[in-house]
């Protein structure tokens, strides 16, 4: 299997090196097409030579070594994350890749703000064109203490076989604990947490200039979400799907005649006065678009 490694800190950072130097030793073609610069926050973002915008021009890319694993083909494209996986997909870079693998992120991805990651959003991306991935991140540490990679990156090989056997577009969120694989307490699934540790917010300086930060929220999360469980020292896994339509409850795998629906919201019917808006927070009416006639393009037109 072909996997495109590629992350949001950029194709230098020591996060991405050490899970490239684990996944080498699969038996696994590993590529790597990563972003040049740090493109943390860019989510599902297709700006790029880190002008904000798509470019439709040159794909800017250089030739690069992976320290440690010099065997490994390594491309620093200027973009971001996900179109990192677009374009690779796309054939740029030779052939397309068969899975998708984005990290090791230098902070953890958990709760509702793995909207804002590039880290996920290059699997995101990926599962737009039919294709599977991994997403790894790495809990903060404390006291200046060095970043805990290899318990990440050995995290990351021991889920490789999971999402390779999962359903066709599955997505997995993956966050490692702070602390050595031996005092990993285990890998739990978990639910997104409503909130986290820390929270948004603005603050004005004396001067009235208003300025975006992180504060301490202090919050306590529920035991069985991400968040809590991370803390607890478990490392998380969480299914995660991108784009979704929202419909009824109603079934959507039997033949039905359009012409007949008037009071359901249904695909095909009119709408009506009497419909209303399908509850997208409830995860049994939740479908992803088929993207199986065309995995390749039409995702991202």
Same mark, same amino acid.
């Given at each position: 299997m072909r996997i495109q490694v590629t992350n949001d800190d950029g194709i230098s950072s020591e996060g991405l090196q050490e899970l490239v130097r684990h996944l080498a030793a699969t038996e696994h073609e590993i590529v790597v097409i990563a972003p040049d610069a740090d493109w943390s926050?860019?989510?599902?973002? @297709? *700006?790029?030579?880190? !002008?904000?915008? &798509?470019? #439709?021009?040159?794909? =800017?890319? !250089? =030739? &690069?070594?992976?320290?440690? *694993?010099?065997? +490994? !083909? %390594?491309? *620093? +494209?200027?973009?971001?994350? %996900?179109?990192?996986? &677009? +374009? *690779? $997909? @796309?054939?740029?870079?030779?052939?397309?890749?068969? #899975?998708? +693998?984005?990290?090791i992120n230098a902070g953890a991805n958990t709760g509702r703000a793995v909207l804002h990651s590039g880290t996920v959003g290059a699997t995101l991306a990926g599962q737009n064109f039919g294709l599977s991935g991994l997403a790894i991140s790495a809990a903060e540490t404390s006291d200046g203490h060095p970043w805990f990679w290899p318990t990440a990156a050995a995290l990351a090989v021991e889920m490789l076989d999971l999402v390779i056997e999962a359903p066709q577009r599955t997505v997995l969120n993956l966050n490692a604990p702070a602390c050595d694989l031996e005092d990993c307490r285990g890998v739990r699934w978990a639910r997104l947490a409503p909130f986290g540790t820390m929270r948004a917010a603005?603050?004005?300086?004396?001067?009235? $200039? $208003?300025?975006? !930060? @992180?504060?301490?929220?202090?919050?306590v999360p529920p035991p069985d979400t991400d968040v809590a469980l991370l803390l607890d020292g478990f490392a998380t896994i969480t299914t995660l799907v991108g784009v979704t339509e929202a419909w009824t409850d109603t079934t959507l795998d039997e033949e039905v005649d359009t012409d007949d629906l008037v009071s359901s919201v249904r695909p095909g019917a009119d709408l009506q006065p009497v419909h209303r808006v399908p509850d997208a927070s409830s995860p049994h009416v939740l479908r992803r678009p088929d993207t199986a006639e065309d995995p390749t393009g039409s995702a991202v037109s």
């Open positions: 926050g860019a989510g599902t973002s @297709l *700006a790029s030579s880190g !002008e904000g915008y &798509v470019n #439709l021009g040159e794909i =800017r890319s !250089e =030739r &690069v070594t992976i320290d440690g *694993a010099e065997e +490994v !083909e %390594a491309h *620093a +494209v200027a973009g971001a994350p %996900a179109y990192t996986v &677009v +374009v *690779a $997909r @796309l054939g740029a870079f030779g052939p397309p890749p068969d #899975l998708i +693998v984005s990290g603005i603050a004005t300086d004396d001067d009235d $200039r $208003r300025q975006f !930060e @992180l504060q301490p929220s202090g919050a």
